[in-house]
């Protein structure tokens, strides 16, 4: 019967030890290269460079704490302002709530908005919703808004066309179903019915000019008229049919 033998005492494992202490004496006794001069100086500038950066990381990891909330303030207001943005909403050409400022020709301010606008071109514009805002002569105004429009800007024209109406400070407000304006010039036309009512009185034209710099108010056309009486009393006359052509409101 076969004598039991450990594996530790194997003649196999012996070897392998006695391999293993043959190469841990061989990396003993292996000379290690003495650095040189040049190997010494790249040694000091890595650590002269690390006693710096070190510290100055440091501090700056300090600044990134201390500033962390007003970093925090101005992400929030940045995404306030997208949002805001969002609301404008550019899509292929379409922008709500748009606005287009301007002079006229004696340097007086004009504001056109509108609930959507359609960029078609470099120079038209079509508004939905427009609200034309116009500066009169001594420091009157002039209001007029409709369904729908065009703005010609290099040309300063406003086409409007759907429920038109006009509200001046006067008093005087005209309603019909189109009206061209010359906003560089502060003219306003139309070749459609009219119902003007004001201090004059009422008016139905088959047309209007008005020249807001001049101060003039025609209706052409047949049309019918009521003049309010200028007596104390504030009665009127009764209706009067209007001759055909051009005709001036007092």
């Not at 600044?63 to 101005?74: D, G, Q």
């Not at 909403?89 to 007086?108: P, T």
Request: proline share 6%; glycine share 8%; no cysteine.
């Amino acid at each position: 019967m076969p004598r039991p033998q450990r594996d530790d005492f194997s003649q196999e494992r012996r070897e392998t030890i006695s391999r293993l202490d043959a190469l841990r004496q061989a990396a003993l006794e292996r000379d290690r290269a003495i650095p040189n001069a040049q190997d010494l100086a790249r040694r000091r500038t890595v650590v002269a460079f690390a006693k710096k950066a070190l510290p100055t990381l440091a501090i700056l990891l300090l600044v990134s704490i201390a500033a962390w909330p007003e970093v925090t303030h101005l992400v929030s207001q940045n995404r306030a302002a997208m949002r805001e943005m969002a609301r404008l909403r550019v899509e292929s050409g379409n922008m709500e709530d748009a606005v287009y400022r301007g002079l006229d020709e004696h340097q007086r301010p004009y504001t056109i908005s509108a609930r959507v606008t359609h960029q078609d071109g470099p120079d038209r514009v079509d508004l939905t919703n427009p609200v034309a805002d116009i500066m009169l002569p001594g420091s009157g105004w002039a209001q007029i808004q409709a369904d729908r429009g065009v703005y010609m800007q290099h040309e300063q024209t406003l086409n409007l066309d759907g429920h038109v109406v006009l509200y001046r400070d006067d008093g005087t407000l005209l309603n019909g179903p189109s009206a061209d304006l010359d906003l560089k010039h502060d003219v306003v036309a139309s070749h459609d019915s009219v119902h003007a009512e004001g201090p004059f009185g009422t008016e139905d034209a088959q047309g209007y000019f008005l020249d807001q710099h001049e101060g003039i108010m025609q209706f052409t056309g047949a049309g019918q008229t009521v003049r309010f009486d200028d007596s104390s009393t504030g009665t009127q006359s009764g209706p009067q049919p209007s001759p055909k052509g051009a005709h001036t409101a007092p």
